[in-house]
């Protein structure tokens, strides 16, 4: 506790915030000290709000305490101030009497708990409760009463599809449960909540299906999130790197989605969903690697249109992967591999330029990369604008210019146009990171290179587990029936089975 | 997190036989014909088949002893049946045969790439990355070079039948007649060499421990489709070699290379060296991964330490070492792997362990029976 309260001061560069000694600090029964411990402990945000009334004539009081903008004040007016002024609400007489009447007869809200502690309170009120103090008792009503600002369920923009729902998971965490209740009413449903992140306590819930995802499976996810020890979680990513198999990986090994339907789907597969509020990306584990080649849109065609569109991207993703080392090692090493007039046609085209092609190859993949990052980060219209223009006017001026070849600039753009086939943006991160190494190793040693590379990655690929589960299954370790959902996507009425997550499944 | 650590020992049955074909590719694509059409013959391939059928027998009987021993590999039956310090001597010396069995394939690689792909390049560059990459997989454990294995077959296989039958345009059936024309000494010398290479997938029973489930009919169905496999793919490439080059085969340092030189189809698909060169360097390194592990495996085994896997990597630089000193040349390679150099040595040593360890067998069988009567 202290070290915390250290680096708030250290942040803040302020003297130590006052706060509850322990977690068990009691509430006073004098509504006047609790106020002033509130104050004290929450300082003077201007969000803060205390409200006192006094319906009772003996001069006892109430003390209303929330967050403005976290609580709902039009709710508060409706479920705490209206039933107050209620004809024959109980003035006078035990206090206790009337903090029990508050809870039980007037407080026209659905959650309302008691807390006896003054941390209690607090931690309430920080979590858009809303705290009520009865003059005399020494405990809190806490009125849940919440309205998070939220952008609503937003449409999916890393995960486009066509056919599919245009739903996308929200910035708020009850939302996001809400909707997986929506796609999965089935009792057996489950969301097992956490709080993570010492000073922003952010709410992290488990989504699992009780009797379809392994018991090990859901005790290994809540063992590794319990085992998180950050000040602050705000965002997947914070979780999802401290919590993933083999960090050093540039493979990633949980699957981030923002689609409704692709976590439902996960969770009928007997996966585990780990929400975090405060973000629309949710976790999926554990994560294979066909996963990051599969779209929702192969499901909502027709399986043969859903099979040619993985062939298809399976073909990208060697193409983003390998084509310009191909390319290298074809002009350095293996001439003879390339057709006669076509090698004819590049050396013609290579005349005069000054890089050696590995060079030339790694220069213009560098280029490629800025400019896919500038349209990124800039605001639409003008990133657009820049890629176009980098994309066009810079080639064109490279090639013109006798720096690059015009092969060399179809093979990089192929490649980039081939990488944005990858629909999960993580894995496409991966194949970049990779790209250059094939290209050098193509460069410096031919297809021997690009091979032992190769198989160099497949290892590496086989010995990668995602929560107790290899991460190239079905493939190898193989399992015949779940085949039907990798290199094709086979008829829904022919696929019986569920796939197999557990990790007993998956030995050999 | 106890049975992810367990699944690190465990093989099934489909990965032991991948990774046996595997480590086949290469003699057959690469040592087989070159040795066999040395000494021009049309129907050597019919020797080469016979050759590798044979070894069904020895690798059955091993298959049959290994599952009675409890599942034991090679070494812990040698311990076993002789005790520890004869067991322990077979151990090593199965030991040194495997890892020469991988240095011979380190240098295979060198000779084709500098051969007629690379000249430019030190011979020790390729040895160095083949053994590295082959230390990484057999010191990442059985599982995840059994699971390589899978995906690598997966890829190498199709190349491997592109690679015999993209030229049949260009082959000529007529070279392979008359058809038993030669007479029974180069079918012998073709089955010698065959017969030799294809023993050497008793390296899969060093896996046995290892192997899930390990019944009886798992192990006859992984060996006998094995030597099957194994004798199909030695009479198809000596056959389609042959067939595509006649008695110019007999000149040919690389006869499949050339085979995939000569692939031209429509007028776009031309030169396909590609297609052995990748099939040659990933089979080879997975070989390579499989003889370093067993080779650590025997040594472990022998010094009763707990696994090899800390013994991979000294192993891999012994094995770079010995890629030097083996042979000089090109030649003096296609020369070791004569019928009467490594295909008598090879068949003594593999036949040799096979006999032994089933003698021990019989003997302890014989031993404990004798010390039940007397019970």
Same mark, same amino acid.
């Given at each position: ?17 006052? *706060? ?62 209206? &039933? ?45 409760? +809303? ?47 809400? +909707? ?63 919590? *993933? ?75 983003? $992967? ?16 390339? &057709?006669?007039? $076509? ?35 800039? &605001? ?18 490279? +090639? ?88 094709? *996507?086979? &008829? ?17 | ?15 032991? @036989? ?17 040795? @066999? ?110 699971? @390589? ?5 997966? @890829? ?71 030597? !099957? ?58 070989? !390579? ?87």
């Amino acid at each position: 506790m202290s070290r915390i309260a250290g680096k708030l001061r250290l942040m803040r560069g302020r003297r130590k915030p006052a *706060r509850p000694t322990s977690t068990g600090d009691r509430l006073s029964p004098k509504v006047d000290r609790n106020e002033a411990l509130m104050r004290e402990t929450l300082g003077d945000s201007f969000d803060l709000t205390f409200r006192t009334l006094q319906p009772d004539q003996e001069g006892r009081r109430l003390l209303l305490v929330y967050l403005r903008g976290a609580v709902d004040e039009k709710l508060v007016a409706d479920a705490v101030l209206r &039933p107050l002024g209620q004809s024959g609400f109980p003035v006078g007489g035990d206090p206790r009497a009337v903090f029990a009447s508050l809870r039980d007869r007037y407080l026209a809200a659905g959650t309302v708990e008691t807390t006896p502690s003054l941390q209690g309170a607090i931690d309430g009120i920080l979590l858009a409760k +809303v705290a009520l103090l009865v003059d005399g008792v020494p405990e809190a009503l806490l009125i849940f009463l919440p309205a998070w600002p939220t952008r609503g369920l937003l449409e999916p923009e890393t995960e486009v599809n066509i056919r599919g729902s245009r739903d996308g998971f929200s910035t708020l965490i009850i939302d996001n449960t809400a +909707v997986l209740r929506r796609y999965v009413k089935d009792p057996r449903l489950r969301f097992e909540r956490r709080e993570i992140g010492r000073l922003s306590r952010t709410k992290v819930v488990v989504a699992h299906i009780a009797g379809l995802a392994p018991d090990s499976l859901v005790a290994e996810a809540c063992r590794r999130l319990d085992k998180v020890k950050l000040d602050g979680v705000l965002a997947t990513a914070y979780i999802e790197e401290l919590i *993933r198999d083999h960090r050093w990986s540039p493979f990633p090994t949980t699957f981030r989605t923002e689609r409704p339907d692709r976590v439902a789907a996960a969770l009928l597969e007997g996966r585990v969903a780990i929400l975090v509020d405060g973000t629309q990306f949710v976790l999926i584990v554990p994560a294979v690697l066909t996963m990051f080649l599969t779209t929702v849109d192969d499901w909502y065609e027709s399986f043969l249109v859903g099979t040619a569109l993985r062939i298809l991207r399976y073909a990208s993703f060697v193409v983003s $992967l390998l084509f310009p080392a191909l390319y290298v090692s074809a002009i350095s090493f293996h001439q003879e591999m390339v &057709p006669t007039r $076509l090698a004819f046609g590049i050396t013609q085209q290579r005349q005069g330029i000054p890089f050696p092609v590995i060079v030339e190859a790694l220069l213009l993949q560098l280029i490629f990369e800025v400019l896919r990052e500038a349209g990124l980060r800039l &605001p639409q219209a003008v990133g657009q604008a820049v890629t176009i223009v980098g994309a066009l006017i810079v080639g064109q001026q490279a +090639v013109e210019a006798g720096l690059v070849s015009p092969v060399m600039l179809i093979v990089i753009a192929t490649t980039g146009i081939a990488s944005f086939v990858t629909p999960v943006y993580s894995m496409s991160w991966s194949v970049r990171l990779l790209n250059p190494l094939y290209i050098i190793l193509g460069g410096t040693l031919g297809l021997f290179g690009i091979v032992s590379g190769l198989v160099l990655m497949e290892v590496h690929l086989t010995a990668l587990n995602s929560f107790g589960l290899a991460y190239m299954s079905p493939l190898s370790p193989s399992r015949a029936e779940e085949l039907k959902d990798t290199f094709i *996507r086979w &008829p829904l009425w022919a696929s019986k089975r569920r796939p197999k997550v557990s990790r007993e499944d998956h030995q050999g | 997190m106890e049975a992810a650590k367990r699944s690190v020992l465990v093989i099934n049955p489909f990965q032991l @036989t991948a990774l046996l074909w595997l480590s086949r590719i290469e003699t057959a694509s690469v040592f087989l014909p070159s040795v @066999t059409t040395v000494d021009y013959a049309p129907d050597t391939w019919i020797g080469a088949g016979i050759g590798s059928l044979l070894a069904i027998v020895p690798l059955w009987v091993m298959g049959r002893v290994a599952v009675a021993s409890g599942g034991l590999c090679l070494v812990g039956m040698a311990q076993k049946f002789y005790g520890r310090v004869l067991g322990g001597a077979v151990g090593i010396f199965l030991a040194q045969f495997f890892l020469l069995c991988g240095a011979c394939t380190i240098r295979h690689v060198v000779e084709v790439y500098t051969g007629i792909i690379t000249p430019e390049t030190p011979g020790l560059v390729y040895s160095a990355i083949v053994a590295g990459v082959a230390v990484v997989a057999a010191a990442a454990g059985a599982t995840i070079l059994g699971r @390589t294995a899978v995906m690598v077959f997966a @890829t190498v296989v199709p190349l491997l039948l592109l690679t015999l039958i993209l030229p049949l345009n260009r082959m000529n059936p007529g070279h392979l007649m008359p058809f038993m024309h030669s007479h029974l000494g180069v079918l012998a010398q073709a089955g010698l060499i065959s017969f030799s290479f294809t023993m050497q997938g008793i390296v899969g029973f060093m896996l046995m421990p290892s192997l899930r489930p390990r019944t009886t009919k798992e192990v006859d169905a992984i060996f006998l489709t094995y030597a !099957v496999a194994s004798s199909i793919m030695m009479a198809a490439a000596a056959a389609s070699i042959t067939a595509a080059f006649g008695p110019l085969s007999a000149s040919l340092t690389f006869p499949v290379f050339s085979l995939a030189q000569r692939i031209q189809i429509a007028g776009i698909i031309e030169r396909m060296e590609i297609l052995p060169v990748f099939l040659w360097t990933a089979s080879d390194i997975l070989r !390579v991964a499989l003889m370093l592990w067993a080779a650590a495996a025997c040594l472990a085994k022998t010094f009763g330490l707990e696994h090899g896997r800390r013994l991979v990597l000294p192993l891999g630089f012994v094995s770079v070492v010995l890629t030097a000193f083996i042979v000089t040349n090109v030649f003096e390679m296609l020369g070791f792997y004569t019928w009467d150099l490594w295909g008598v040595y090879g068949t003594v040593v593999q036949v040799g362990t096979v006999l032994l360890l089933s003698t021990g067998y019989l003997l302890a069988r014989k031993g404990s029976a004798r010390r039940r009567r007397h019970a």
